[in-house]
């Protein structure tokens, strides 16, 4: 059997989701989740050939949930397709410039970002040391979300603090979702025969976390999130950009803590916070569908928020080849899409409605008229994009 296929592991703090994947024929053999990893209670769930299974774990943390897949990949007879692991990396400072090979070094470097994405670089650690446990002997790479955007100029990812915080501490903009910006403004370029080193594209990645970014010759020059994902757009439960005097305010106001002022505005704001509802963007949008204003309310908000940024970002790049929508809000909700092209007006943006509602579960396309600057749907594929990466590295 050849080693045709790469094994993509997501861990998360409590989860773990994993798929095998041909980056040639981009098939996907299998595809699963871990959850509740480090209770009694956790499980792993897969599905092949659409059928979809569960197994209990009991008391198992990272490595068991390892041990376990591979024992399942073993069933399914896969482990002998696989080449090697790519591994999903939240943060890589500015380290990592792009996708690498696993090292001692590179652990070392990806430990040293840990207080930059303090929720999510531990669990990735956790997991690529599990799977170098569970899996000797094959390469693993790691593919990090902010590479893509280390190519941002300084008049872009600087903030206007004093500059020894940079410099001592690294406090800049570095932004997040570059796996699916790559992708994306990539497919997008060759699915509108645009050159890509040529080519002016904006992406609105749209989903629980939102944020755009401005893709300029193929590179990233400007993006949405910064220091952390919380700032830019307004997500499902993140207020993105706020003043930031918000913090003492709520601190000398309303008597909150520094780590309760930081739940607020990561958990308990966003489309969740200001509907008083629901983070998830389709309960929103069924709400204000009833004439349930405030849900109408909190998706302008959200559409006029991602809109500024979209025109700040197109005067930036001096024009606009492309605009594309992904994720899951951007890639389903023709009612978000139609409002912030409502919105870009001013750039000659002309919906095709027709097309706009049929754009939904995957399917990419152009959604606005002849004529009209494009807006186009692509369905984003992070997994696929470690997949190919993961190859290039070991080929
Ligand atoms: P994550 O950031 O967790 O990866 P996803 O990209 O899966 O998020 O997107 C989840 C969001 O997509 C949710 O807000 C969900 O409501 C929204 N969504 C999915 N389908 C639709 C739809 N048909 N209409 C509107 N929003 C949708």
Known sequence: M??????????????????????????????????RLGSSEA???????????????????HDAAIEALVGLLR???????????????VHGGEKFTASTLITDEVLKGIEDCCHLAPLHNPAHLKGIRAAMKFFPGLPQSAVFDTAFHQTMPA???????????YREHGLRRYGMHGTSYRFVSKAAADMLGLDYENSAILVAHLGNGASACAVKNGKSVDTTMGLTPLEGL??????????????????????????????????KSGMLGL???????????????KGNERAQL??????????????GFAAEMGRIDALVFTGGIGENSSTIRKNVLNRLSIFGFEMDEAVNQEMFRGKNGVITKE?????IVVATNEELMIARDTHGLVS
């Open 275 to 289: 509907s008083e509802l629901d983070n998830d963007c389709r309960a929103i949008e069924e709400a204000a569908a």
């Open 298 to 311: 909190t998706l302008d908000v959200f559409c006029n928020v991602l809109a500024k940024k979209l025109a």
């Open 371 to 375: 004529g009209s600057p494009v807006a």
């Open 234 to 267: 307004v997500m499902g439960t993140r207020s993105g950009d706020i003043d930031p005097n918000v913090f003492s305010f709520l601190n000398k106001q309303c008597g909150y803590s520094l780590d309760e002022i930081t739940e607020i505005l990561n958990k």
């Open 155 to 165: 008049e872009s990812y600087l903030y206007a603090v004093p500059h020894s915080l």
């Open 75 to 89: 069933d399914q007879n896969l482990m002998d397709r696989i080449e090697a692991i790519g591994h999903r990396v």
């Open 2 to 35: 050849s080693k045709d296929s790469i094994l993509v592991i997501n861990c998360g703090s409590s989860s773990l989701k994993f798929s095998v994947i041909n980056p040639k024929t981009e098939e996907e053999s299998i595809n699963g989740l871990a959850e």
């Open 43 to 61: 499980s792993i769930t897969w599905k092949v050939n659409g059928e979809k299974n569960t197994q209990q774990l009991g008391q198992a943390a």
